[in-house]
């Protein structure tokens, strides 16, 4: 058992938008914040992977404790139905990446207008009960389209994103994005709502346009851009998921940029192994993969002098942390403390 410390520092985390849908019951809910039909590795799926996740069920949210939005969850309905992924037009990416900007530069002031740019795109903005002062931004029933759902605090001021924008495949992500949101009282999360691989099949480059970590032209990354724009230079936080590696590595983390020697990253690793436990990889000192250097977010972030951050987690990690409070709560103060984030 890892010994682990407590950091005092909070964190602000960065979120997307959602669908509002009813639930009949509690066990709707469960069953889509325990993820659907994804491998937890980060490449191409494969049908041993989906069948070994099969036979090893991810906790309930009775187990991890951690309930799901009703919003959250609906946003996400049907994210595994092959092919339904639809590419925006850029026309359309210009209004997300404006209304985004709208609410991030004044927060409920920019509501009305943000709503009318987004309305004609078959989006919605609503509050969510379970957040005080935050919005939801999701797509409207029978309208969905893969487009994402954006959460955003209209009472924090802090230049922290946190993005999960692989929840189905990359399993427990879903939860844990939302844990980690409302632990460190972030400014936004950002998630996507389908499957990386199966809302669209891959182009000539290989790339899979539902795949919206690596795709330039989705709702996604206009939302980023939108962000970036209205705050500057922004902390952005990715958190993803990996199957189990020789390496014996509890997670991997990088900028996404392929120098070695970085000095955010060496403290990074500190404080997360004090928290986590050993080993935390940092790349490309101590990892050959899952560097982040094609992640199309970094490159927004990185180009506006933020501050990126890309954390995988292994998937021994990520079921020890859904069923952890403690470990949950010293995993994002360590993130907090590293990152140095008020």
Sequence with gaps: MPTRRRHSRSLLVFVAPVVLVAFGSFSACRSTCNGEQGSPDAEAPTDAATADASKNPWPTSEETKVKCPEMLTAARKDGTV?????????????????????????????????AAKLAPLGFSIDELPEVKNALVIHEDEGKRRGGGAYVIRLDETSKVLVQTPHTFYDEGTFQLGYDFFVHTHARAWFLNTMHRYKGAPAGIDGVHPSDVAHSPTSFFQAATEGAVSALGSPAVIQLHGFAERESGGRAVISTGEKAKGNQLLDKMKTSL??????PILRYPDDSKELGATTNVQGTVVRNAKGRFFHMEMSESLRRELLVSEPLRTHTWDAISSGLELK
């Design 82 to 114: 092959p092919n339904k992924y639809v590419v925006p037009s850029a026309e359309e990416r210009v209004a997300m990446h404006d209304a985004i900007a709208l609410l991030f530069s004044r927060g409920k002031d920019g509501r009305a207008a943000a």
């Design 273 to 278: 192994e004090a928290a986590a436990g050993a």
